[in-house]
């Protein structure tokens, strides 16, 4: 199971990007994620997969817990 509570992301230190992104994803789920362009999509992935520091971002708040972990 993939859970994200409340997460926030930030870029540069400075720049918020997310704010308050929960959901929870079950195991063999198929997901969708929809939006307009600037929505957060690609950060919201990024955050999930660990490849914000190639871009200076950070999860400054909020937690990421996939199998518990």
Do not use: H, P, Q
Not at 27 to 50: D, F, H, P, Y
Not at 54 to 67: C, K, L, N
Request: net charge negative; aromatic share 2%.
């Amino acid at each position: 199971m993939l859970r994200l509570n409340n997460v926030e992301v930030r870029y540069s230190e400075v720049i918020l990007v997310l704010r308050g992104i929960s959901l929870e994803i079950g195991e063999r789920a198929i997901v969708a994620m929809l939006g307009a362009n600037g929505a957060g999509k690609s950060t919201t992935l990024k955050a999930i997969s660990g490849l914000l520091r190639t871009e200076d971002g950070d999860v400054t708040d909020g937690s990421i817990e996939f199998d518990g972990r």
